[in-house]
């Protein structure tokens, strides 16, 4: 339908989420969002390490989201891409990558991904933190920002919603 | 599926009779009021019975009534025309609970050089007659204070309010979009000069609204034109439109008491069942509401989620929460009547109608417990915010 609020895809995710709840003993806790704006996901992600290959996979994970259709569309569909993948290839995901696999999403919830993605990380910066491993540059600043929390929030809600006034005007 | 609406105040489906009553007025008797001719006169004369029913269930006179688009327009033509007509009354009066039509075109005056009062709402959304009293000036040209609330369905002191512009000599508009054709309203008892009402919102057609404009009361028009309407609204009248208007109000004026009795059962029922989910909260005063109205808040989810779970269950409802909104922000009521920004997010509104039954809430209350349930699963948050 070319005017439906949220695709096939974000409802059956919505509707039926993936990998819901919490792991106990998770190797690594990822919050992000905050009550204001309307979103708070949590994620848990367990990791195992291949001795063998030294890899680090992200053997389990899980979420719980307080928020919109999308918020919560958007962790189920996070958690299905991560699950079995590395660290270094769950680093790599995009709030682009999981938009994509949602189909269409309104512009003044596109935020609503970077939270997810957002999540992803901070889970991924607690379990390295935790193991004491080194932390990639990138991630370390992901960090930083998200806790800088709520200024930093609202001036990305501010940039979405001026994103979404320039594509109703284009239209 | 079963599909339930229980989003009235949002709009109402055109009655039956409406829809008969309209149907002559597209292809038959489609002349312009202002005609001269009898195709004119015809669709002349059907305007003017409709003013007089509409006239009626608020006690006016029929001259007192002015066509317009809804009740947006209404609310604009209402605060601006009296503004613009005495400018050295530059003071305006309104709460902060008001619709966006009111709320937004205050907003304006404001950049036109016109001082604005917002006043405070107490935690059922209640104003206080005599705060208003002690705000008002020597300079203050409009009092504009809803009937009833289009989120939380408070009815507002309109009386107290009434009796105040009048000692005082203020002029006074109600937003009655909400309570036109579901509450009794008495423009003169009331002392109400300028009172806004909406077709749709009373099984009426979508497009057309009144302004009731008492006849003493200066006013300029912000369309102009052809001088309609006694020079208040020009523009051809939608006479199909207020030909429907003029039936529903005439039937909401037939039916308003067994119907207001009938709603505020099911309301109650409504309440009381949903108020049994743990964690629930009722928005809104508990006797002076209206009598569709029912508005609540569920700890640990949010609304948008809420409401479109309903929906996938064949129930239609709406939220105040900032997900909903285009602007990220939650509804300015809920935070007006001291909701935090996460306690408007789990807000859900239902509004009855006429079509809706005792089954069809034996229904949401069976419904709503589990997708409640099945949200505070998802939830990171269990028994506390925290």
Known sequence: ?171 | MKRIYLDNSATTPVDKRVLEAMKPFFSEMYGNASSLHKFGQEAKKNMEESREKIAEIINAKREEIVFTSGGTESDNLAIEGICFANKEKNHIITSNIEHHAVLHTCRWMEKQGFEVTYLPVDKYGLINPATLESEIKDNTGLVSIMFANNEIGTIEPIVEIGKICREKGVCFHTDAVQAFGKIPIDVNKYNIDLLSMSAHKVYGPKGVGALFVRNDINIEPIIHGGGHENEIRSGTENIAGIVGFGKAAEIAKKEMKKEAAREIKLRDKLIKGVLKIENSHLNGHPVKRLPNNTNFWFEFIEGESLVVWLDSKGIAASTGSACSSKSLEPSHVLLAIRLKHEQAHGSLRMTLGKENTKKDINYVLEVLPEIIEKLRKISPYKGKWK
């Open chain 1, 1 to 171: 339908m070319k005017y439906e609020i949220y695709s096939k895809e974000v409802m059956k995710h919505f509707l039926h989420p993936k990998s819901m709840g919490k792991i106990k003993n998770p190797s690594g806790i990822g919050n992000a969002g905050n009550l204001i704006c309307g979103d708070m996901m949590q994620l848990f992600i367990k990791v195992k390490e291949d001795k063998k290959t030294e890899k680090r996979i992200i053997s389990d994970i899980k979420f719980q989201t307080f928020g919109c259709v999308v918020a919560i569309a958007n962790s189920s569909m996070v958690t299905t891409m991560v699950k079995g993948k590395t660290i270094e290839q769950a680093l790599k995901i995009t709030k682009d990558d999981v938009l994509k696999k949602l189909g269409k999403v309104p512009p003044v919830k596109i935020h609503c991904s970077v939270l997810a993605i957002d999540a992803l990380d901070e889970a991924i910066y607690d379990y390295l933190k935790k193991k004491n491993l080194p932390i990639p540059e990138k991630l370390r600043e992901t960090h930083e920002r998200i806790q800088n929390g709520l200024g930093e929030l609202e001036h990305r809600h501010r940039e979405y919603f001026n994103l979404e006034k320039e594509v109703y005007q284009k239209k």
